[in-house]
């Protein structure tokens, strides 16, 4: 499946953001979905995930209460509103797809989008 990421760009902190990544070349509802991000100098972390029928999602601790996972099976796409942005929420965010079981961890998802680079200043 192919994944393209798109909605970065730069906001002040506090303000929101919304990222699309739109699916393509495969059922998209056969897979789960995540988002992950990577700042400069750290590793690629989890940020959501979210099941293939949309009734289950899970959030790394530090996004919870700010960030909202969705996905629109019948437009092969998957979202994330972030609100209250915060400066270290600077990273490029990529989406990706699992066809395995419900997680988190990125070894285990298969396809990677290009990802969408979120720049928050203070």
């Known amino acids: 499946v192919q994944l393209q990421a798109s909605g970065g760009g730069l906001v002040q902190a506090g303000g929101s953001l919304r990222l699309s990544c739109a699916a393509s070349?495969?059922?998209?509802?056969?897979?789960?979905m995540g988002w992950f991000r990577q700042a400069p100098g750290k590793e690629r972390e989890f940020v959501a995930a979210?099941?293939?029928?949309?009734?289950?999602?899970y959030y790394a601790e530090s996004v919870k209460g700010r960030f909202t996972i969705s996905r629109d099976n019948a437009k092969s796409s998957v979202y994330l509103q972030m609100d209250s942005l915060k400066p270290e929420d600077t990273a490029v965010y990529y989406c990706?797809?699992?066809?395995?079981?419900?997680?988190?961890?990125?070894?285990?998802?298969?396809?990677w989008g290009q990802g969408t680079l979120v720049t928050v200043s203070s």
């Open positions: 070349g495969r059922t998209f509802s056969n897979y789960d």
């Open positions: 990706a797809a699992n066809s395995g079981s419900f997680n988190y961890v990125p070894r285990n998802y298969d396809y």
């Open positions: 979210i099941s293939r029928s949309g009734r289950r999602t």
